[in-house]
């Protein structure tokens, strides 16, 4: 069965700083891997996606991903954070099929002004 | 474009009870699936439906269950409610044989 693992549950950073969120994944085949963000009392919003090809993958908002299959990461990342990117953070993964997407346990950001 | 719906956004139910949550897919989508996210938790699969038929589960028990309607729309059914049942539960809809899923804003249960 797939699983992910986002080791840090909190992260704070202070505004205009860079970022880069942890994610590690488990599964046998070659994977489908997301990031979804969450603001407090809202839905999931998809940030970015990796199917196959280029390992480095942009989403919106200005973050951008790496695919490393040698060490089943998918590390988010930011050059530079804004005030409104404080939120919850979901690395997800997702086997074939009827599957659903298996979630890590998320990461909140904190931005400090 | 309308993106995907859910209602109600809050509710209360006692233990024992049953309830019923309702979705509207994005327009064109025609695969619904279910999730319930704990406090503090990430989102874990309940169950997805394709033409109006259960076509993949996760580990919840039988008292957790859906229909999906001709228009795509959704319904997640729990009976005999439990107090460990409290959370968020989130509709999300994609295309068949697609890999993104895009999410709803979610309902939350309390049960008490």
């Known amino acids: 069965a797939q699983s992910v693992t986002q080791p840090d549950i909190h992260i704070t950073v202070s505004e205009g700083a860079s970022l880069e969120l942890r994610c590690n994944y488990s599964?046998?085949?070659?994977?489908?891997l997301f990031w979804y963000v969450q603001s407090p009392g809202q839905g999931l919003q998809l940030l970015l996606k990796y199917f196959s090809g280029d390992t480095l993958v942009q989403g919106i908002k200005g973050f951008e991903a790496e695919f490393k299959r040698s060490q089943s990461s998918f590390n988010l990342r930011k050059p530079s954070v804004h005030w409104s990117d404080a939120a919850e953070y979901f690395c997800?993964?997702?086997?074939?099929?009827?599957?659903?997407?298996?979630f890590g346990k998320g990461t909140h950001l904190i931005i400090q002004p | 474009e309308t993106g995907v719906t859910q209602s109600p956004t809050h509710l209360i139910k006692t233990r024992g009870q049953q309830v019923t949550l309702r979705c509207s897919s994005q327009s064109g989508h025609n695969t619904v699936s279910w999730y319930q996210q704990a406090l503090g938790q990430g989102p874990q699969f309940i169950f997805q439906y394709y033409r109006e038929e259960e076509n993949g589960r996760g580990n919840f028990p039988p008292r957790f269950s859906g229909l999906q309607f001709p228009n795509y729309s959704s319904e997640l059914n729990v009976n005999a409610l439990e107090l460990n049942d409290s959370a968020l539960y989130l509709c999300?809809?994609?295309?068949?044989?697609?890999?993104?899923?895009?999410f709803g804003p979610g309902t939350r249960l309390t049960v008490t």
């Open positions: 997800a993964v997702r086997g074939g099929g009827a599957d659903g997407l298996t």
């Open positions: 599964y046998g085949a070659t994977p489908y």
């Open positions: 999300a809809s994609s295309l068949a044989g697609g890999w993104e899923q895009y």
